[in-house]
């Protein structure tokens, strides 16, 4: 009886020293998981400002940026009459037309047409292009269409059919007069037919 009651106290001993065990167990498993809690929300602020910048990034870096064009060379400067203003006006239509992302506003259209032009031909449209005046220009399209109107022939298809009728080849190289021939060919928008008879 008595080797029994030493037993069952050695067993409760025992027993006691496992729930021991067991608490300081679970204070510790407690702990970690606290710990682990505190991480979790950490990551989760850190996720949150990433979520909230990425946000706002957006927002200020809009489509256009990455869709703009490639930005195109500048025209050449249209200084004297010398100078085709039918070339001058297509590269800046095109320019204008390709890179119209980078001439967002049309101020800066304006300004930049103003640029190519040198100041002896802008003398000539300077008038409309202050700012405090009834009829300044709103457009750069409306300079571009002055400028047409003040420098380009008006009589150029009757001028370009009297360049083709004085065309022959005489002492030029064949391909010199090929060229021109066909340049003002096209000009006067001849067909076939017409220019086998003209031949």
Do not use: C
Request: no cysteine.
């Amino acid at each position: 009886m008595i080797q029994m009651l030493n037993d069952v106290n050695k067993i409760n001993i025992k027993l006691k020293a496992i729930n021991i065990e067991l608490k300081v167990t679970q204070t510790m498993l407690n702990a970690v998981w606290m710990h682990l809690q505190k991480e979790m929300k950490k990551k989760n602020v850190i996720i949150r400002h990433l979520e909230v910048t990425s946000s706002q990034l957006s927002t200020l870096i809009s489509k256009d940026w990455f869709s703009k064009s490639i930005k195109l060379s500048d025209s050449f400067l249209f200084k004297d009459l010398k100078q085709n203003v039918n070339n001058w006006l297509f590269w800046m239509q095109n320019k204008l037309k390709m890179n119209k992302n980078h001439f967002s506003i049309k101020e800066i259209k304006i300004a930049y047409v103003k640029s190519r032009v040198s100041e002896m031909m802008i003398k000539h449209i300077a008038f409309r292009m202050r700012n405090m005046i009834m009829n300044s220009f709103l457009e750069a399209e409306e300079i571009l269409s002055i400028i047409n109107k003040m420098y380009n022939d008006f009589n150029q298809h009757h001028t370009t059919q009297q360049q083709f009728l004085k065309l022959y080849q005489n002492k030029i190289f064949f391909h010199e007069f090929w060229m021109k021939f066909q340049k003002l060919s096209a000009k006067l928008e001849y067909n076939n037919e017409t220019l086998l008879d003209d031949l």
